[in-house]
Nanobody, 124 residues
Framework: QVQLAESGGGLVQAGGSLRLSCAAS????????MGWFRQAPGKEREFVAS????????YYADSVKGRFTVSRDNAKNTAYLQMNSLKPEDTAVYYC?????????????????WGQGTQVTVSS
């Protein structure tokens, strides 16, 4: 099992960019698919993006396609979420998650590991 820690959140104006990082501890990072999720106040947690262990397959929620890019650097045990053209409705706590099964992440199943979350606030 891996332990996850997100960073990179903050306050940004609409139209701006942020890059979130998810640092993983443990020697099995390269066997895990990674995902990003978010939870806005008063709403349920939702899927944002996911990436396979090899980075060969990615999935995105329709609401972020063309604006967000998920990537990973297995040598650094880190996954990233580049967020461009941010909108106020992107405001949420962003979480990363890990699971050996990419489908489990894409369908928000019972993931093996979760980070503690990082706040992203987009002002209008």
């Amino acid at each position: 099992q891996v332990q996850l820690a997100e960073s990179g959140g903050g306050l940004v104006q609409a139209g701006g960019s942020l890059r979130l990082s998810c640092a993983a501890s443990g020697r099995t990072f390269t066997t895990y698919a990674m995902g990003w999720f978010r939870q806005a106040p008063g709403k349920e947690r939702e899927f944002v993006a996911s990436i396979s262990w090899s980075a060969g397959t990615t999935y995105y929620a329709d609401s972020v396609k063309g604006r967000f890019t998920v990537s990973r650097d297995n040598a650094k045990n880190t996954a990233y979420l580049q967020m461009n053209s941010l909108k106020p409705e992107d405001t949420a706590v962003y979480y990363c998650g890990a699971d050996p099964n990419l489908i489990t992440i894409a369908t928000m199943g019972n993931l093996r590991s979760w980070g503690q979350g990082t706040q992203v606030t987009v002002s209008s």
